[in-house]
């Protein structure tokens, strides 16, 4: 069964913005509330990178290329994390992935969204 779900990606001009959302339908809101989330994305023919965390307790850590343009937020209840990217640029077009991290160290991710930002 599916643990991680993305929604909101798409094609979008140079300085645009797209909003990722990505739910865990599995979870209940405790369990959720208590794992880091985090979106990753794989720009084509290149190796998987992070791009956004937040934690449990709603710390935020951005990569250096996106810091000022992306945010990161969740919203427990909903048992949902969002990515909202603005002035977005060519080379933030990847397959943008949901991971989330239990405490006990299980690992899992989406099936990934296509971001696609053309010039």
């Known amino acids: 069964q599916v643990q991680l779900v993305e929604s909101g990606g798409g094609s979008v001009q140079a300085g645009g913005s797209l909003r990722l959302s990505c739910k865990a339908p599995r979870n209940i809101f405790s369990v959720f509330s208590a794992t880091d989330m985090g979106w990753y994305r794989q720009p084509p023919g290149k190796e998987r990178e992070l791009v956004a965390t937040?934690?449990?307790?709603?710390?935020?850590d951005y990569a250096d290329s996106v810091t000022g343009r992306f945010t990161i937020s969740r919203d427990n209840s909903r048992k949902m994390i969002y990515l909202q990217m603005n002035s977005l640029k060519p080379e933030d077009t990847a397959v943008y992935y949901c991971?989330?991290?239990?405490?006990?160290?299980?690992?899992?991710w989406g099936q990934g969204t296509q971001v696609t930002v053309s010039s």
């Open positions: 991971n989330q991290k239990y405490q006990d160290g299980r690992t899992y």
């Open positions: 937040i934690s449990s307790d709603r710390a935020t």
